[in-house]
């Protein structure tokens, strides 16, 4: 039992529900469900599955009204916020619902023996990560320049920390973005302590209407995470995951005996067929 790690897995629509003592589903900007997303606007029907499946972002201390411009940030402020409502974990980390690590999920404990956090195996860029800016911005239709007014900012906020980060984002061609870790809880704390200071700021004269900030987020993510190496920690780098997690034979069987009656209705050849289709789906 992996008790003491929890992963929030990010759901903004319906889709196929992964849900264990290991993986939290939660449903980021449930505050503003119905309001357009840039996969269009939520039914009512995905909404209530979103309801009924899975804890949303906004109980609590909370910024789930921020999701359209901070993306996954929302959820990992409501964790840091709301951390005994998840159980206090040792672990905590982020995956989306349809991007996972690709690591056994059935035993995570195996890992924290080797590896003090878990990252994504970073792309490769031509140039630095800062120039790497002017192509992300020209494919989601962002201002070039908005990367240089956050280094500003970085340099007004954290100046004793300037130097090091602008030595990052010049120089270095991998970034691990999408927001995803695995990390210990004191790491965790300390990243969120940092990063959302900076994100506030930005709110304050960055366009909104966009998704700016939060891209910057995953960039700032990367770097944290690059900060713990530095630190003398250990990363274990692993890359997507080509199919979600398969956590054990035993959480597959428990999705077949709780079937709906209705479902069951049916008779055994719909089971026999379930069945077939999670097995199918394993690999040996």
């Not at 997303?37 to 109980?59: A, F, I, Q, R």
């Not at 090091?164 to 210990?184: D, P, Q, R, S, T």
């Not at 944290?224 to 003398?232: A, H, I, N, P, T």
């Not at 080509?242 to 999705?255: A, K, Y």
Request: net charge positive; with cysteine.
């Amino acid at each position: 039992m992996n008790s003491n790690i929890k992963i929030l897995v990010a759901y903004h629509k319906k889709d196929k529900l992964f849900k264990s003592h290991i993986l939290y589903p939660i449903h980021l900007g449930r505050e503003i469900s119905f309001k357009k997303t840039k996969d269009g606007k939520l039914s009512e029907k995905d909404y209530n599955w979103l309801l009924n499946n899975m804890h949303g972002d906004n109980t609590g201390d909370n910024i789930s009204e921020k999701n359209r411009f901070l993306n996954e940030m929302t959820g990992i402020y409501w964790a840091w916020k709301n951390y005994v409502e998840l159980g206090n974990p040792d672990y905590i980390g982020l995956n989306h619902y349809r991007r996972f690590f690709k690591i056994n999920y059935s035993n995570l404990d195996k890992y924290f023996k080797d590896y003090d956090f878990i990252k994504l195996s970073s792309p490769v860029f031509k140039e630095g990560i800062k120039a790497e800016w002017a192509t992300c911005a020209k494919l989601n239709n962002l201002n070039p320049n908005d990367f240089d007014n956050f280094c500003t900012l970085y340099k007004h906020l954290y100046p004793d920390d300037f130097d090091n980060f602008n030595k990052y984002v010049i120089n270095e061609n991998h970034g691990g973005l999408m927001n995803l870790f695995i990390m210990k809880k004191e790491d965790f704390f300390r990243y969120c302590e940092w990063v959302f200071p900076l994100l506030f700021e930005m709110e304050k004269s960055f366009d909104q209407s966009n998704r700016t900030i939060g891209m910057i987020a995953e960039r700032l993510t990367a770097y944290y995470l690059q900060k713990l190496e530095d630190e003398g920690k250990k990363p274990l780098y692993t890359r997507l995951a080509d199919e979600p997690p398969e956590m054990t034979l035993r959480f597959f069987l428990s999705r077949i005996f709780n079937i709906r009656k209705k479902e069951q209705s049916n008779g055994h050849k719909h089971i026999k067929l379930t069945i077939l289709g999670i097995v199918l789906n394993i690999k040996h």
